[in-house]
């Protein structure tokens, strides 16, 4: 991934994040519905990530194609992500598919079931991959998408919530190139990287009152967008302050590494 399309990547998702307060799984499917035109249309493609392209274009193409059959919310978003920088289409495409993702995730964790969802996802993948026969028909070039929904709507019905069979039906739909086994992989590996998100590791000089601890929870989940567990871990050679680990991102603000820092800056 080059570095003009993981910085894209990360603007996307801060994009993203204040539209997950209310969203709802109408909202990700259109994002899906979205990544999904663009994968299946050069044409379309290119033109969005082109990076010489008038954003203004861009804004229109998106309207011309999406605006009739989803919100305006989703083609709002759309137009913001495709006014950044993408070295190539099919980053605009994958990052479009993890928005979407994304989306499922924040959904399930809202209403606290992202982990039966990971759950459900593993569970349906070693079906696919017990199964040859299905993995021959779910991968055949001469059944059509609605054909291959078909046949995985008739295993699904029932059996798992509406996140995961909404991620089955993309995953499905998304596997023309690679194979459906890969996609649920990829979608499962998601899951857990925003699972991982709403774990913070604090680490404090000595234990923090209740309030203190609530108060710090209701802090971190305003600013990540997200409702935040925390992991509190003692350890006096910090001194005082504070120190935070959250989505690889670490909030260093011990009394030990600013005096740390001061020594540095007086060496």
């Known amino acids: 991934m080059s570095s003009s399309t993981r910085q894209a990547l990360k603007a996307a998702k801060e994009i993203l994040t204040p539209l997950l307060v209310d969203a709802d799984l109408r909202f990700a499917e259109e994002i899906f519905v979205i990544s999904s035109a663009m994968s299946g249309s050069k044409q379309l493609r290119n033109i969005l990530s082109d990076p010489s392209a008038e954003i203004a274009g861009k804004k229109n193409a998106l309207s011309a194609v999406f605006g009739a059959s989803v919100s305006t919310k989703a083609v709002e978003l759309a137009g913001k992500i495709v006014a950044l920088r993408w070295s190539k289409g099919s980053d605009l495409v994958s990052a479009m598919e993890q928005l979407a993702v994304h989306s499922v995730a924040a959904i399930a964790a809202r209403a606290k079931s992202l982990e039966a969802l990971e ?30 929904l078909t046949m995985v709507n008739a295993l699904i019905s029932g059996k798992f919530g509406k996140e995961a069979s909404l991620l089955i039906r993309f995953a499905v739909i998304g596997s023309a190139k690679v194979r459906l086994s890969v996609v649920l992989e990829q979608f499962g590996k998601l899951l857990a990287a925003y699972a991982e998100r709403l774990v913070a590791t604090v680490t404090v000089a000595a234990a923090l009152s209740d309030s203190q601890q609530a108060q710090l929870e209701k802090s971190l989940s305003r600013d990540y967008g997200n409702e935040l567990r925390l992991n509190i871990e003692i350890d006096p050679a910090i001194l005082g302050g504070i120190k935070v680990q959250i989505a690889g991102e670490v909030i260093d603000g011990s009394v030990a590494n600013r005096l740390k820092q001061a020594k540095m800056m007086l060496a």
């Open 119 to 148: 759950a459900e996802l593993f569970e349906f993948r070693k079906v696919v991959d017990s199964d040859q026969q299905l993995q021959i028909a779910l991968a055949s070039r001469q059944a059509s998408d609605e054909q291959k």
